[in-house]
């Protein structure tokens, strides 16, 4: 976290004009509230051919377990109107080689680098939240608990407020030098009840929505398009999904939001600040242009000056207040 | 980044093809890259469709324009064809890797239908180099053979096949291939899965010495490496089976290393 503030520092002492895009949450500082979301921006290091890394306001890293994990069989993606249905299986190298070989090479960024992470049980969320809140170069903890893709990807401890309340309760007594976002499913009838329990268990942040459960089929095979058969959808399908949810989330937690779903511009980045978000991430739109993020963070920017907001605060909530 | 259309040609209803104008993927781009074109023309902003769809270097010219060839199979094949001169595509790219260029060898490459696209500029280098080079070209029909016009200087000996004997010889490209009379070195294919296990099986069977590359296919998320939707299971010297990314280990596979079987 120090190392955060002090290269933000010396970022922001470069001239006199406010950075009407910066944002604080959790005590870290972000030069702008765009964050690549996790699965979408591999561990970051694709992207450095197509983009200045130094320019997002963070990533967060694809899902990491303890063990490397293979993800599932293929066909793993399939195109659906306006969305991507996945069920890549969270397939990852695992925290040693991402604390190794990754890391190393990420952290010479100045951005904020958010691990998500997630286990197979209990023992294991614990034993890579542990690692991860002791490694150096790690800004925040992503924990997903909403996998809906493999059979014990985490879907479980989001299946009941009780069962999230457990697993959130657990982590957050392991992780005692980071922020901790526990990152939620659209899959249940009332997410609200997730959002106080998890709020209750001293999450620093939640983000949500994590993918929606879908399916495709292929018509003249007569079966599921994807080998797991049912996959996460993401994309500009699921805004209204999304934003529906990060206002329930403002209107329920007090503790940061960062609110993603179908994000492709600036103005969409707009919407989730008005229903409530601090900050946002950026999922689908970096398959559809690797400098996505970039380009929404300066659309965003074009925005609040159109209409004269000076920080990200003018307008967080303004449409649900 | 964007490559303004200089020419877009329909050949006919199943093939288009088009130059564009772009020196920054000029500058990336070698014979078996690829890159993404975004179903978004201009500055438009509509998201469905919504994934850019991969295609094959087919050929550059003065270091500036690029041709690539388009099969029309669906949405945004068929939105290629309506593209006019002086629009602009967004693109991303040259990704992948490149074919291996061997010199002064006894080459044959064998295309099926729109898998002829990376033979042409791939032809073109390998000639350039002092290989001498046979084109098997195989197609379901007629319509499936692209004017040789496009070709350009791609080969020395052409051979086509059709499935329904259309045109050139009746039958698969890979007949073509064990009837000939040469004795290869090297052979490249690219086409539809299927054919590729065939002409990797026929390859090793006239001689388990020839080396064979493949150009593989894979429906692609991202194209950069960070979706991994389009893995392609192969076998590593001590048996093991890897899955690689086709859009970053690939598209250009050694043909012995792919598991085709595991191929769905």
């Known amino acids: 976290m120090n190392k955060n503030n002090d290269h933000n520092k010396n970022n922001n002492s470069d001239n006199n004009v406010k950075n009407i895009l910066e944002k604080v949450i959790c005590g870290i500082k972000f030069k702008n509230p765009i964050i690549t979301a996790s699965g979408t921006f591999g561990y970051g290091l694709e992207f450095i051919r197509f983009m200045d890394l130094n320019l997002l306001g963070g990533i967060a890293i694809k899902g990491i377990s303890l063990e490397p994990v293979e ?93 999230t309340s457990e697993i959130v309760n657990k982590v957050r007594k392991v992780i005692r030098n980071k922020p901790l976002i526990v990152k939620l499913s659209p899959n249940v009838t009332d997410i609200k009840e997730y959002l106080k329990v998890v709020e209750q268990e001293g999450a620093d942040s939640v983000s949500l929505i994590n993918t929606l459960i879908g399916m495709a089929i292929d018509i003249h095979k007569f079966k599921p398009v994807l080998a797991n058969k049912t996959g996460g959808l993401s994309g500009p399908a699921i805004k209204p999904v999304a934003l529906r949810m990060v206002y329930e989330a403002f209107s329920t937690v007090k503790i940061p939001i960062i609110g993603m779903g179908g994000i492709m511009t600036g103005n969409d980045a707009a919407e989730f600040i008005l229903a409530g978000a601090d900050i946002v991430q950026v999922g689908t739109a970096n398959f559809t242009d690797p400098s996505a993020a970039i380009n929404i963070s300066n659309e965003l920017r074009d925005y609040m000056i159109s209409k004269s907001f000076n920080s990200i605060d003018d307008f967080r909530g303004k449409a649900v207040i | 980044m964007k490559a303004k259309v200089i020419k877009n040609i329909q050949i006919n209803d199943k ?66 064809t309506t593209v006019q001169e002086g ?107 299927g054919m590729l296990s065939a002409v990797v099986k026929a390859v090793s069977s006239i001689d388990e010495n020839i080396d064979i590359e493949v150009s593989m296919e894979a429906k692609m998320g991202c194209g950069v490496g960070a979706c991994l939707g389009c893995l392609i299971p192969t076998i590593d010297k001590d048996g093991t089976v890897v899955n690689r990314r086709c859009c970053v280990e690939g598209p250009i596979f050694d043909g012995k290393t792919i598991s085709f079987e595991r191929l769905v």
């Not at chain 1, 680098?113 to 294991?124: A, L, P, Q, R, T």
């Not at chain 2, 729109?114 to 080079?133: D, E, H, T, Y």
Request: some cysteine; proline content about 4%.
């Open chain 1, 71 to 163: 993800g599932n069989p293929m066909p793993r993606i399939v195109e659906t109107s306006s969305g991507l249905l996945n069920a890549i299986g969270l397939q990852n190298v695992g925290v040693k080689a991402f604390v190794a070989e990754k890391l190393p090479i990420l952290k010479s960024f100045d951005t904020n680098i958010i691990v998500n992470f997630w286990g197979k049980s209990i023992d294991e969320y614990l034993k890579v939240a542990e690692i991860l809140d002791n490694t150096d170069g790690v800004d925040m903890l992503e924990m997903n608990i909403s996998c809906p893709n493999i059979k014990d990807g985490g879907i479980s401890f989001s299946s009941s407020p009780i069962a």
């Open chain 2, 15 to 80: 093939y288009g093809y088009m130059v564009i104008e772009s020196k920054e993927l000029c500058a990336s781009s070698e014979a078996g890259k690829f890159f993404m074109v975004s179903p978004r023309l201009n500055n438009e902003t509509n998201s469905d469709p919504l994934i850019n769809r991969a295609f094959a270097i087919a050929d550059i010219f003065d270091d500036d324009t690029i041709l690539f060839i388009y099969q029309i199979v669906g949405r945004v094949t068929s939105m290629l």
């Open chain 2, 87 to 193: 629009d602009y595509l967004n693109v991303v790219g040259a990704l992948g890797k490149r074919f291996t260029i061997c010199e002064s060898k006894n080459v044959a490459l064998v295309a099926g239908g729109a898998g002829i696209a990376p033979m042409i500029i791939l032809g073109k280098k390998l000639r350039s180099n002092g290989n001498k080079v046979t084109l098997f070209y195989g197609g379901a029909s007629k319509k499936d053979i692209i004017p040789t016009e496009i070709l350009s200087t791609s080969y020395d000996n052409l051979e086509i096949a059709t499935f329904d004997g259309s045109l050139g010889l009746k039958g698969l490209v890979t007949k073509l291939l064990l009837a000939s009379s040469e004795k290869f070195d090297n052979v490249y294919t690219c086409g539809p899965t």
